[in-house]
């Protein structure tokens, strides 16, 4: 009976820190400041369209997809990777 409490507490503190830590690096990874008129990567031309409805937008079309490609494909990869370890 003694000791359920704590485990509990243990778990949510876990939990809590890992939340943390997700919003900080989605935090980081938006997009700040003014946009570009090029891509910072590849400097080509950011269409006025894209840069009004993403404001802080640095990247053309093409490296944001790119990049989110990696981004996603990266968690994605970790995620399934834990749950699996937790299942079996
Ligand atoms: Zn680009």
Request: proline share 0%.
């Given at each position: 009976?003694?000791?359920?409490?704590?485990?509990?507490?243990?778990v949510q503190d876990q939990i809590?820190?890992?939340i943390d830590d997700a919003v900080a690096r989605a935090r980081s990874a938006l997009p700040r400041g003014q946009s570009l008129a090029n891509c910072e990567a590849c400097n080509a031309e950011i269409p006025a369209?894209?840069?009004?409805?993403?404001p802080g937008v640095?990247?053309?079309v093409r490296c944001q997809s790119?990049?989110?490609?990696?981004t996603v494909s990266h968690s994605g990869y970790n995620r399934r990777g834990s749950k699996d370890s937790q299942l079996r």
């Open positions: 009976m003694a000791g359920g409490w704590s485990s509990d507490g243990a809590d820190a890992t369209a894209r840069r009004a409805i993403m640095r990247l053309c790119a990049l989110d490609k990696k």
